[in-house]
């Protein structure tokens, strides 16, 4: 029986993923860390089979144990956290070539932005697209001061120092959409942010001149890629060794995963224009901010909003045969104000409302 061990079961990445896995393999053997008995109930509401250890990422000798146990190990929890990451390596490690460990780690396409970031430039455009495949060689070489490249580094080094014992597999994903299927958070950030920062202004915003890209993926795609890698995992592995194949683990494991990509200054229009046509902002006007302005909303909502994250999943394509298959971000626009509207506690007509027009 393939036996899993996953962190941040109850995040929004994590949550949804394991809602995928579970959903398509009741029989696995799955494992969570959670952080109390809170937590934990939560999971095993919807998942009574799950098996439980309590802790956080800094329980290092938890993870560790975890880790020699499983066959697979999904760590959904937090991209930048060394410790964890290293006693889940260490742990997978101490398995014998006869019965490697498989390691998925979620990072994230912000390891793309430190360019914008070091040259300090935002909202303008970029022509630097990375992709995993043929150019892979650039992204396992990024910087050092890249965001999430220290914990990437960690990752990397297990797949290729103990690679007879240890397949790694990086999950990068772009900027997430659409409501998540998990037992707790199931709202993402980069999206809802800028449709909930629209509401609190009462208009329209950008970074600069709002011409960056991202790639975006819906959270139901991302976990059908995280499904399929489990799957290859749960088979041994296989597909590494076909002749002339791209490699699925090690070095070259590095997985972007988008459906698209998207001009932030144009999604800032799209959530501006339902906004003000449901009567919550007074005009469809999208407005300029600065960096520091931008950082106010949220944090480091200036490279989130106006950095260039641009990226393709050739590997997730070619090697897993996976495709996208949920509905776009211009589609779930809608959606996703309403329930920013709903948070906020707002009705259509706020605006007028607001204004003393009505």
Not at 178 to 194: D, E, T, Y
Not at 214 to 239: F, I, P, Q
Not at 273 to 284: N, R, V, Y
Not at 337 to 353: I, N, T, Y
Request: charged residues 25%; hydrophobic residues 35%.
């Amino acid at each position: 029986m393939t036996k899993i061990f996953a962190t941040g079961a109850t995040g929004y990445i994590g949550g949804d993923a394991l809602y995928a896995i579970v959903n398509a393999h009741p029989d696995y053997d799955i494992t969570c860390l959670v952080r109390n008995s809170d937590k934990g109930a939560l999971v095993v509401k919807d998942y009574p089979k799950i098996k439980l250890v309590y802790g956080d990422l800094d329980s290092t000798e938890l993870l560790e144990e975890e880790a020699k146990k499983a066959d697979i190990v999904c760590h959904f929890a937090h991209a930048d956290h060394k410790a964890s990451a290293t006693s889940i390596a260490k742990g997978l490690a101490a398995h014998e070539a006869a019965r490697p460990g498989f390691f998925i780690h979620t990072s994230g396409t912000g390891i793309l932005l430190f360019e914008d970031i070091k040259s300090g430039t935002y909202g303008e455009a970029s022509d630097k697209v990375y992709d995993d495949l043929e150019h892979v060689s650039e992204v396992v070489s990024l910087p050092d001061d890249a965001p999430h490249r220290n914990v990437d580094k960690i990752v990397l080094e297990a797949g290729t120092k103990y690679s007879d014992r240890v397949r790694t597999a990086i999950v990068c994903p772009p900027a997430i959409y659409g409501p998540g299927r998990g037992c707790a958070k199931v709202r993402s950030h980069q999206i809802p942010q800028l449709a909930r920062s629209t509401l609190e202004l009462g208009y329209g915003f950008k970074v600069g001149e709002g011409k960056t890209r991202w790639g975006v993926v819906n959270v139901h795609d991302l976990s059908n890629l995280y499904l399929k890698l489990v799957e290859e995992a749960a088979a041994g592995g296989t597909t590494a060794e076909w002749p002339g194949k791209p490699a699925v683990w090690g070095a070259e494991g590095y997985y972007f995963c988008e459906s698209g990509e998207i001009v932030w200054g144009e999604v800032s229009q799209w959530i501006a224009t339902e906004a003000h046509k449901q009567g919550l902002i007074e005009t469809d006007e999208v407005r300029s901010l600065s960096k520091e302005e931008a950082d106010k909303l949220t944090p480091w909502g200036s490279a989130l909003w106006g950095a260039n994250s641009r990226a393709r999943a050739k590997r997730a394509r070619e090697v897993l045969k996976w495709e996208p298959k949920a509905p776009s971000l211009r589609e779930v626009i809608k959606p996703t104000l309403e329930l920013e509207v709903k948070s906020l506690g707002l009705e259509p007509g706020h605006a007028k409302r607001a204004a003393g027009e009505v």
